[in-house]
């Protein structure tokens, strides 16, 4: 049995088992999540699930793989992560601190659609902690309905680990496989009618784990189109993230200010059911990372036009449902 299989079986069994403890004691210590007029659901539901996703990660990675520098420096960063997620979780923290860059964990270098290298050199640091960033807040964002992160970042891990094995890099392979497994665990308590929310304790870990793995790891390196497969990797929550930005300088509102019209709740106004939306979403992500995958096996101009195809659905659908416009949006996010 290959090692990251193993992996990712570990921390799918560990999920399982360590969920319904976090449940037990989510209500004990009371961080339940209260319903209000800006969320769906009606009554209060235990959070702290990212808790058990981060522990299931750790005991796989910790049991298996070999420590490097670069490894026990993701590893710290994800724990200070998880501390600030269930602090956030307990008393709501006005300004989430997200991560510090140490270890040397950094973009030396990118590679644009033509397979040149581009050398950060000096800006290199201000770039990791603005790509960390926004990916760590872009799966937070998108934790709206129940399942959705938990789902979309299964899809998103796997595509990242298919990736990473064309491309030979077995430590990344292995971190994206116990990843896989741990999100993917989860959501057998966190699919509708949800039992469990990861809370930012979970949200805030997945999206660090993808932002941290694609910069250590060869990911951000294979083939010719490096900056573009983690993007379409996580391409839905990078999205929805953007089209909200995008909508609310539109509408002449403060970008940071909640609103209703993120991509699930056009779906739910639109009559789907949360399922319903959920799955949609499934779907369009898992096709955003086919063609992640399709990109790293063809040529320079057949990828441009993948990517330029892939541009016109994604803006194509986007006016069709109304994601640009503020109207009826005031209220949430």
């Known amino acids: 049995m290959p090692s990251y299989f193993l992996a990712f079986i570990t921390a799918l069994i560990a999920v399982y088992a360590l969920t319904p403890l976090v449940i037990k004691f989510a209500v004990k210590t009371g961080a339940m999540d209260k319903p209000d007029p800006r969320k769906v659901h009606k009554k209060p539901i235990p959070r702290l699930g990212g808790l058990a996703i981060y522990l299931a990660f750790m005991i796989a990675v910790c049991s298996m793989l070999d420590f490097s520098k670069e490894i026990v420096g993701l590893l710290l960063g994800g724990t200070f992560i998880v ?13 989430k601190v997200k991560l510090l860059v140490a270890f040397d964990i950094r973009i030396d270098f990118i590679t644009d659609p033509f397979g040149d290298f581009i050398f950060l050199e000096y800006l290199a640091i201000p770039v990791t902690i603005f790509w960390i960033v926004g990916i760590t807040n872009t799966v937070n964002l998108i934790d709206g309905l129940d399942g959705l992160a938990a789902g979309v970042s299964t899809i998103a891990t796997v595509t990242i680990l298919l990736v990473a094995l064309q ?35 979970g949200s805030m870990f997945l999206g660090y784990m993808f932002a941290a793995i694609s910069v250590i790891g060869a990911v951000k390196s294979a083939a010719t189109i490096a900056l573009i497969v ?24 403060p970008i940071f ?9 056009r779906l739910l106004a639109m009559g789907f059911s949360q399922r319903q939306a959920v799955l949609l979403m499934y779907v369009f992500s898992a096709f955003l990372g086919l063609a992640a995958i399709a990109l790293t096996e063809v040529s320079t101009s057949v990828a441009v036009m993948i990517v330029v195809f892939v541009a016109v659905i994604i803006l194509f659908g986007a006016k069709k449902i109304g994601i640009f416009s503020m109207k009826n949006n005031a209220g949430t996010h």
């Open 83 to 95: 501390i600030v997620g269930i602090i956030d979780d307990f008393i709501s923290l006005p300004a």
């Open 167 to 201: 491309s030979g890099d077995l430590p990344v392979v292995f971190l994206t496989a116990a990843l896989a497994g741990s999100s993917l665990g989860f959501l057998h308590y966190n699919f509708n009618p949800a039992r469990i929310f990861m809370g930012d304790t």
């Open 230 to 253: 983690p993007i379409l990797a996580l391409g839905l929550p990078i999205l929805d993230t953007t089209f909200a930005i995008v909508r609310r300088y539109r509408g002449g509102v």
């Open 257 to 265: 200010k909640p609103d209703k019209g993120h991509l699930h709740h």
